[in-house]
């Protein structure tokens, strides 16, 4: 990475012992950030900072359940007492369960509408307090394609990338004045390990061979996400807030009505 666009920057990644945010970490520090990663295991922050350190790159570690408040104020706390100041929070932490509507039980939604909606929320409260103090900053989400369409049996999820989108847009307008842009990425299909648990052998096969439901025949890599949080957070993006950036190989640009035809539509 030749860019350096975030040297001297402070970044804080929810959720980044793997998948999407790990490499979200590694394209900041890449960028010449100091990255603080957070999440409740610690093995995989360990290994994720081990790995941006040893390339002589910046990066920290700080467990945290981004569900409890007091735990998210600790981290926010330590960040403020290393650096000063927070530039950069990507809010990344996040979960799904997959049952029919009719069957989910309470605990499992509130488990992922607390992970993923009311997570969001506390950590972008704590860090925007700091950043409404110290000049502003930039706040980004990790919303998905999801948000905008339903997807399989996993009501919860859906519900909660669905209020993410809400929240961007509600941070947006009540955060402008403090200079803090708000911004989210809709990612559409990406291969992390949390879709080795999710789908099956067979259908994983056929996602990671030729995904023929999109355009593009493909899914999202990591690292393309990464990239769109790296754009939204730059000064590129400055007249950015409260909308949010779909990255999902053309998935969303069709509705795959035509194609299931049972003759051909022309």
């Known amino acids: 990475m030749d860019s350096k666009r975030y040297t001297g920057k402070n970044v804080i990644i929810t959720g980044a012992g793997t998948g999407i945010g790990q490499a979200t970490a590694f394209r900041f520090a890449d960028e010449g950030a100091e990255v603080l990663i957070t999440g409740r295991r610690k093995k995989p922050l360990e290994d994720t900072v081990s790995k941006i350190t040893a390339q002589g790159k910046k990066a920290w570690y700080y467990t945290s359940d981004v569900t409890k408040s007091d735990e998210v104020q600790a981290a926010v706390d330590a960040a403020m007492k290393r650096w000063r100041r927070i530039d950069i929070l990507i809010n990344n932490a996040g979960v799904d369960h997959a049952a029919p509507f009719l069957e989910v039980i309470e605990e499992n ?92 052998v067979n259908n994983l096969k056929y996602l990671k061979g030729d995904f023929k439901r999109t355009p593009m025949h493909r899914m999202v ?46």
């Open 109 to 200: 939604w509130d488990m992922v509408v607390d992970t993923n909606l009311k997570g969001t929320f506390l950590w972008s409260q704590r860090v925007g307090r700091e950043m409404a103090k110290t000049g502003g900053g930039v706040i980004l989400i990790n919303a998905s394609m999801d948000a905008l369409g339903g997807d399989g049996l996993i009501a919860s999820y859906n519900s909660s990338k669905a209020g993410l989108l809400g929240l961007n847009r509600m941070m947006a307008i009540e955060l402008a004045e403090h200079n803090i842009r708000v911004a989210a990425v809709c990612p559409g299909w990406t291969y992390t390990p949390m879709l080795d648990n999710s789908v099956s």
């Open 221 to 266: 890599k990591v690292e393309e996400v990464a990239a769109a949080f790296a754009f939204l957070a730059s000064d590129d993006a400055s007249a950015i807030t409260g909308s949010y950036l779909v990255v999902d190989c053309g998935l969303t640009a069709n509705w795959y009505v035509e194609e299931t035809f049972p003759e051909p539509a022309h």
